[in-house]
């Protein structure tokens, strides 16, 4: 197939890489020069405007910071000008709204359009082991399983369009609370005298188990490696975890819900970022719940 990709960043990079590895003709665009040469090195054609990147494609995936560029670039850049019928795709991470939005002036400029938000950091981007959680008709979803699957281990059809965003959006919510509360139980084991490894043991054979536990462990040494055997460096930034807090409190908000946990969890991770730690993964929070 030819596809054209937008947004070639920490995760659309590795992305592009793996349409490539995976037989498709990739023309790449990004507002960097340096994003464009590095996929120009992983076997894309790197190309100077969108216009030249929708050119003749057959399907069209971005993977771009927020939903005002996504809204932009779609409205401005895409619409239009790919081939009339291109599958589009936008795989970054959005407000409902203007997934639905996208999708609707997709469709009324002869367009099929899927929200198809990402589970999984930028080792899953570069390892083609991403989870797509997708929004859209079932005829778009067929179309784009497999142009996914060439970049993820698991693709799900979430539901209509929106349901892709609203899907990650829920599932960051839990993530974020769930992290503050297993860094909590830790951090009370262990002023309880609990060795952190014993607490580990029982804990993540348990009812408290859970993947920020298990997958992902605030603790250094305990559980398999993560960020916080490397200085809570890499893995997935405070605000990144906060842009999802903050979209799926917006969420909620639309939904007529009061999350009480998930507008703590966003105050807790507000302050943490406030203090200098924007940049550090998400799990270093447990360093202040003491
Ligand atoms: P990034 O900042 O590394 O990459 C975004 C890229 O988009 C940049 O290279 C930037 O130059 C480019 N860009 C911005 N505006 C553009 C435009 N108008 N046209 C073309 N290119 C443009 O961000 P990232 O970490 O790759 O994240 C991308 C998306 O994936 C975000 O929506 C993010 O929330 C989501 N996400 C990230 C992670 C993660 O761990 N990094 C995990 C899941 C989802």
């Given at each position: 197939?030819?596809?054209?990709?937008?947004g070639l960043g920490n995760m659309g990079g590795g992305m592009a890489a793996n349409l490539v590895k995976a037989g498709h003709e990739v023309r790449?665009?990004?507002?960097?020069?340096e994003a464009r040469a590095r996929a120009q090195q992983s076997g894309c054609s790197a190309v100077a405007t969108v216009a030249e990147a929708v050119e003749g494609a057959d399907a069209v995936v971005s993977m771009l910071p927020s939903g005002k560029i996504v809204d932009e670039v779609y409205g401005v850049e895409v619409f239009g000008k790919a081939p009339a019928g291109a599958l589009l795709l936008d795989c970054s991470t959005i407000d409902v709204a203007t997934a639905r939005n996208a999708a609707e002036a997709a469709e009324a400029a002869g367009y099929a359009m899927v929200d198809a938000p990402v589970?999984?950091?930028?080792?899953?981007a570069a390892a083609g082991t991403l989870t797509f959680m997708v929004g859209g008709s079932d005829d778009a979803f067929a179309r784009a399983q497999p142009v996914l699957a060439a970049m993820g281990k698991t693709v799900i059809h979430a539901g209509a369009s929106g349901a892709g965003q609203a899907a990650k959006l829920c599932n960051n919510m839990l993530l974020a609370i769930h992290?503050?509360?297993?860094?909590?139980?830790?951090?009370?084991?262990?002023?309880?005298?609990?060795?952190?490894?014993?607490f580990y043991d029982i804990s993540s054979v348990s009812s408290g188990q859970n993947w920020s536990m298990t997958s992902y462990c605030p603790v250094s040494g305990v559980g398999p490696v993560s960020p916080a055997d490397n200085n809570y460096e890499g893995g997935f930034a405070t605000t990144l975890m906060l842009k999802d807090l903050t979209l799926a409190l917006a969420a909620a908000d639309e939904a007529g819900v009061e999350p009480e946990m998930g507008k703590r969890a966003r105050e807790l991770y507000e302050s943490f970022a406030a203090a200098g730690n924007g940049g550090r993964d998400f799990s270093a929070i447990?360093?202040?719940?003491d």
């Open positions: 197939m030819k596809i054209a990709f937008i790449a665009y990004d507002l960097s020069a589970s999984g950091g930028i080792a899953a992290m503050i509360g297993t860094c909590e139980a830790f951090t009370m084991a262990q002023k309880l005298g609990l060795d952190p490894q014993t447990i360093e202040t719940l």
